[in-house]
């Protein structure tokens, strides 16, 4: 069964760090682009990290880059994301995502289409 679940999310103080973790399961992380995403309260869905297939190249949006660092476990079938320096803005679900065909881009700016999990909420509040 192809599945992703996302864990670690949580209430923060700014400038904390948190490490969201994605259990994945029926997929071989190396054929596919993964890459989490994350929505805010009342705006669209944004990307947020990506690494392409096969160690592909790892991108980042311009709003976290130096502060999150995305990475997986092949071992374990685990995606994580290590989130430092959090901010009020960086508030919102963040979801992880993976796609065979729709490719990990400069700015995670093309938003996969295949396999998502449910999420998981982060808050930072002002």
């Known amino acids: 069964q192809l599945q992703l679940v996302e864990s670690g999310g949580g209430l923060v103080p700014p400038g904390g760090s948190l490490r969201l973790s994605c259990a994945v399961s029926?997929?071989?992380?190396?054929?596919?682009?993964i890459g989490w995403f994350r929505q805010a309260p009342g705006k669209e869905r944004e990307g947020v990290s990506c690494i392409g297939r096969d160690d592909g190249p790892i991108y980042y949006s311009d709003s976290v880059k130096g502060r999150f660092t995305i990475s997986t476990d092949k071992t374990k079938n685990m995606i994580y994301l290590q989130m430092n320096s959090l901010k009020p803005e960086d508030t919102g679900r963040y979801y992880c995502?993976?796609?065979?065909?729709?490719?990990?881009?400069?700015?995670?700016?093309?938003?996969?289409?295949?396999?998502w999990g449910q999420g998981t909420l982060v808050t930072v509040p002002p």
């Open positions: 029926g997929l071989y992380l190396d054929h596919y682009n």
């Open positions: 995502a993976a796609d065979a065909k729709v490719p990990c881009t400069v700015g995670v700016r093309r938003r996969f289409l295949e396999l």
